[in-house]
């Protein structure tokens, strides 16, 4: 019965059934949280990890079917992994590398030459949180003055249980799309530490309320555009025979209306994490905070003209993941460029196994550096600066504006088209726009140092 009616609704809004069952299996966590809030607050840690256990196998069997024992395999590997292996360096390696090769040989197993939702969408969210899970459990073994003050947060004190591990994977707020958070967190969660008011159910419901109210705001957006910037206009004769002006404002305007898809998911599932008092942050200048959970900082991501706001605004839990158990772990490497480098490497690997996500992630750490090159020449010369504070500054943020949406969404195409003759294809036809506006900048930068800033006076 269900399926006829899922097929149904998927052809009246004019999407794939899967993405129907995805974005249903999201808002079905606002229900699963009323339940915990109203008849499970009080209950036993057991009752409750049973209940985030049973919730989220069922919406995986609803995505996915049989398929969901891919993530019950990975489940059970990691538990035995930290009971018999202990703290050791070997428990954290050994986990990163399961992990990843599961997770890996799932992409090279169901690559298609599209994006497609299927088992791998969730288990890449559950993978980081296993491989974080062995991190947070090796750090808990070590002197807490030896740890950083993120670490001493997610540190753990003893082995968790199976039904823990598996509570905290399969948690319906988090499974599908995220966000990240550590098992201490978790532990506070089923604890009931994490309310406004201690022993009570939080007082989320409004903040919960203002999330989903916003991330549904942006799934109409999507639902409304997203059939007019489809991805696989780009291949076809008409966007070739489209003059260059074109093609460049469709390739910025299909990248912000494809990113509302992600921050859609992102903040509606981030709601649900507040519902249940996840996203509890403590109390900031006298109010409470529900940030916890933040996956993207909407009026940032919507307002910044700068590349680096953009990134610092999106999928801001996985960034600060990697931040934590790949970039800062790397600090014996003594070298900042290459820590950046890696992290970026392993995000990209972590995102499957196709050519457009390297293009894609090395143009962002290209980009990257020439803003930041960019910016440091705005601060240092004098005239820039006072242009900048200047009445024609927002003619400036108009075009800077113009040219951050343009070449967001420019490194955006290789990631969403993925192999190499299709984001070829349509980089050729804007003639390499991007690469040859950011090498040009990268070249001329040093000589505009020297022309805008003033030398220092040596006495």
Not at 147 to 168: C, D, K, N, T, Y
Not at 320 to 348: D, E, I, M, Q, Y
Request: net charge positive.
């Amino acid at each position: 019965m269900a399926a006829p009616l899922l097929q149904k609704l998927s052809e009246s809004l004019g999407s794939p059934e899967p993405a129907v069952r995805l974005i249903l299996s999201i808002l079905i966590g606002y229900p699963c949280a009323a339940v915990y809030r109203q008849f499970l607050f009080h209950q036993p840690a057991t009752v409750l990890h049973l209940f985030h256990l049973f919730s989220g196998l069922a919406l995986a069997a609803f995505n996915f079917g049989a398929q969901l024992y891919h993530s019950a395999v990975c489940v059970l590997v990691q538990f035995l992994m930290l009971r018999l292996m202990g703290r050791t360096v070997t428990t954290v390696l050994s986990s990163f590398t399961f992990q990843m090769f599961y997770l890996l040989a799932g992409y090279y197993y169901t690559a298609t030459e599209q994006y497609d939702i299927k088992w791998t969408m969730p288990h890449c969210v559950l993978t980081l949180k296993l491989v974080g899970l062995a991190f947070d459990y090796y750090d808990g073994g070590k002197e807490p003055s030896k740890l950083s003050a993120e670490q001493r947060i997610g540190a753990l004190s003893s082995v968790p249980s199976l039904l823990e591990v598996a509570g905290f994977s399969y948690f319906y707020g988090g499974f599908l799309v995220g966000p990240q958070f550590t098992l201490r967190s978790y532990q506070k969660l089923v604890a009931g530490e994490l309310s406004d008011c201690p022993g009570q159910p939080p007082n989320s419901v409004f903040p919960a309320m203002k999330r989903f109210a916003l991330g549904f705001f942006f799934l109409v957006i999507y639902a409304i555009f997203g059939p007019y910037y489809q991805d696989s206009y780009y291949l076809t004769d008409e966007f070739e025979a489209q003059p260059f002006w074109y093609r460049c404002v469709f390739i910025l305007l299909w990248g912000k209306v494809m990113l509302y898809k992600y921050v859609s998911c992102w903040v509606i599932a981030e709601g649900v994490c507040i519902l249940t008092g996840l996203g509890y942050n403590g109390m900031v200048d006298g109010k409470h905070q529900w940030d916890a959970c933040a996956n993207m900082k909407v009026w940032l991501f919507e307002t910044t003209p700068l590349f680096g706001g953009t990134i610092a605004s999106f999928n801001i839990n996985t960034n600060a993941w990697a931040a934590r158990h790949v970039f800062k772990r790397l600090k014996f490497l003594g070298n900042k460029t290459l820590s950046h480098v890696s992290t970026l490497l392993f995000l990209t690997i972590w995102h499957g196994l196709h050519s457009g996500y390297i293009l894609c992630f090395s143009m962002e750490f290209f980009i990257i550096t020439v803003e930041r090159q960019a910016q440091a020449l705005v601060r240092d010369s004098p005239l820039l600066t006072r242009l900048a504070n200047s009445p024609l500054y927002p003619l400036i943020y108009v075009v800077q504006q113009f040219l951050h949406w343009l070449f967001m969404g420019y490194p955006l195409v290789a990631f969403c088209l993925f192999t190499y003759d299709k984001w070829l294809k349509v980089y050729s036809s804007v003639y390499f726009c991007g690469h040859v506006f950011f090498l040009v900048a990268y070249l001329i930068l040093p000589y505009l140092r020297k022309a805008l800033v003033p030398k220092k006076r040596t006495e």
